[in-house]
């Protein structure tokens, strides 16, 4: 089994949420259908978050369809459904890119309670387990307990964490961090930065002046540039994900606490409003809790009984 392998089972549980979102549409549809069913349906989608734009695309071909008497039964409109939203998602890189030699530098970004600590313990766990010398940079250094946090990850999954003084300069850590993965011949480096609030303009200066001293560091890195974003916040997630690529080129998405969460149609509303790939979906709380974003399974998995 290959690194991120995906667990459908895993995936299946840990949207049993919103599952029965999609269990209500399943057994809508099994109604005759009708424009009264069809506003129904609507109405669920638009619950389940996939997003206002991507629902009245997808409502105004059923609504034509069900006029021109294409669609005439409910089964016909959940198949259309699940076809619709699977086509959604191009066929894209969704896999973590290595530098082809030295340390490969994965920064992480995301506000307070996005998830990002526990998030960044999945991947290192994943990377870890797949043979890869891991170490972790504890850049949030205006948070109390966000350094302490990193450690226990780190001491539990058997890696080291390069640190600094809390409130110091988290461009500091980053470049000491980058100086000793070059020194220990590490293969990864995951770099945890502030949980800043994305209206806070001079807490993004901070990450991009951190993306800047590594670059500097260690050329061509970051090689990646992964946000988290927590699914239970829904549509305001995005507006977060859109102010965070004005500061760092985001390379991927993150999507946490899915299991928490009755909206997990807002992959959907990721992938259309921002135009970055998921590559990676929390489902859990443990360090093996992190599955790879794959469009036809997931949208196989969320509509399955």
């Not at 021109?68 to 939203?85: A, L, N, P």
């Not at 480096?189 to 993306?211: E, P």
């Amino acid at each position: 089994m290959g690194l991120f392998s995906f667990s459908i089972k895993k995936v299946k549980a840990g949207l049993a949420r919103t599952r029965q979102t999609f269990s209500k549409l399943r057994n809508l549809l099994s109604r005759e259908l009708s424009d009264d069913v069809i506003d129904q349906v609507e109405a669920l989608l638009i619950q389940s978050d996939i997003g206002v734009k991507t629902t009245v695309a997808l409502i105004d071909h059923v609504r034509e369809a069900y006029r021109e008497k294409k669609f005439t039964r409910g089964d016909q409109v959940f198949d259309y459904i699940k076809r619709y939203i699977t086509e959604l998602f191009p066929a894209e890189d969704r896999s973590l890119h290595f530098a082809p030699s030295g340390p490969t530098v994965i920064l992480v970004g995301g506000i307070n309670g996005a998830g990002k600590t526990t998030s960044i313990a999945k991947i290192a766990k994943a990377l870890r387990d797949d043979n890869k010398k891991v170490m972790l940079a504890a850049c949030d250094t205006f948070r109390a307990a966000a350094v302490e946090q990193l450690e226990i990850w780190a001491q539990r999954l058997g890696v080291e964490v390069i640190k600094g003084q809390q409130g110091g300069d988290p461009a500091a850590v980053a470049f000491d961090a980058a100086d000793a993965a070059v020194a220990r011949n590490a293969d990864v480096l995951l770099v945890d930065t502030a949980g800043r609030l994305h209206t806070q303009q001079h807490l993004m200066r901070q990450l991009t002046k951190i993306r800047n001293v590594i670059t500097r560091k260690i050329p061509d890195a970051p090689h990646e540039v992964i946000l988290v974003l927590d699914a239970t916040t829904g549509q305001n997630a995005i507006n977060q994900a859109r102010l965070f690529k004005e500061s760092v080129d985001v390379s991927g998405i993150f999507l946490s606490k899915l299991d928490g969460t009755a909206k997990g149609g807002i992959v959907v509303a990721v992938r259309q409003e921002l135009g970055l790939p998921v590559k990676f979906i929390g489902v859990g709380e443990t360090p093996d809790d992190v599955e790879p974003f794959d469009p036809e399974k997931f949208v196989e998995a969320l509509f399955s009984e």
